[in-house]
């Protein structure tokens, strides 16, 4: 079996326009058009001039409209005016009033002020007197609750003091009584208590006595101190003013 031929004969389009002849024309054509019914001379001047008619009847219309409405303005104007009178009118006697009861008013507040015055300078002068009381019955207070936590503090110091005292007796009592049972177990124990009480004194003793001992050179090398600024700012003295 052979294939199918599907070739398609070549048309040649200005040939095929030349055997179909000349298109029949669609629409109105350019004849038509030049040919179409115009309008006279005359009939074109009767349409202006029933524009022109037109137009100054509107304009009739808009003067009669701006007349009335200057006659409104006018009206309008003058019953402000009247009214502003009026009320100015009724300003000035309103400021009449006002000035006469003023007047009426200042003369008795005067003679109330006078009464005030001397009302409020009294109130003053005791409120000032309250002052000072409060002010003295506050030092007072203030004083005396500090006297009293000084007084207290003090007490507490001392009874610290006193504690730590006590304390300190009575363990070195119990090292002492320890000590001599060990060493001296037949002794009675009364005279080991007064024995132990006057070692301690002593002990106390000798270490103030070894703390003065270490506070007196420092004493003294911070009083050579003291001398010898003393000295150089007074030489510095005499040198400014010289």
Not at 22 to 47: A, C, F, H, M
Not at 77 to 83: F, I, Q, T, V, Y
Not at 140 to 149: A, H, N, P, Q
Not at 200 to 221: G, I, N, S
């Amino acid at each position: 079996m052979g294939k199918r031929d599907n070739r398609v004969a070549y048309m040649n389009p200005i040939a095929m326009a030349r055997w179909r002849g000349p298109s029949q024309p669609v629409g109105p054509t350019i004849q038509d058009y030049l040919n179409r019914p115009r309008p006279t001379w005359e009939e074109v001047k009767k349409k202006i001039e029933s524009k022109k008619k037109g137009s100054k009847a509107l304009a009739e219309f808009e003067e009669k409209m701006n007349e009335n409405w200057k006659k409104e303005l006018e009206q309008s104007r003058e019953k402000a005016l009247s009214g502003n009178e009026g009320c100015s009118r009724k300003r000035e006697r309103k400021k009449k009033k006002k000035k006469k009861s003023c007047q009426s008013s200042s003369s008795s507040s005067s003679s109330d002020s006078s009464s005030s015055s001397s009302d409020s300078e009294v109130e003053k002068k005791k409120r000032g007197k309250k002052r000072k009381k409060k002010k003295k019955h506050s030092h007072k207070s203030s004083e005396s609750s500090t006297c009293e936590s000084e007084s207290e503090s003090k007490e507490s110091g001392k009874k610290k003091k006193k504690s730590k005292d006590e304390t300190e007796k009575e363990k070195y009592m119990r090292s002492v009584s320890k000590k001599r049972k060990k060493n001296h177990p037949e002794d009675k124990p009364l005279s080991s208590e007064s024995s132990s009480e006057s070692d301690y004194e002593e002990e106390v003793q000798a270490k103030k006595k070894r703390r003065h001992e270490e506070r007196e050179p420092t004493m003294e090398k911070a009083k050579k101190k003291k001398k010898k600024h003393h000295k150089k700012h007074s030489k510095k003295k005499k040198k400014k003013s010289s």
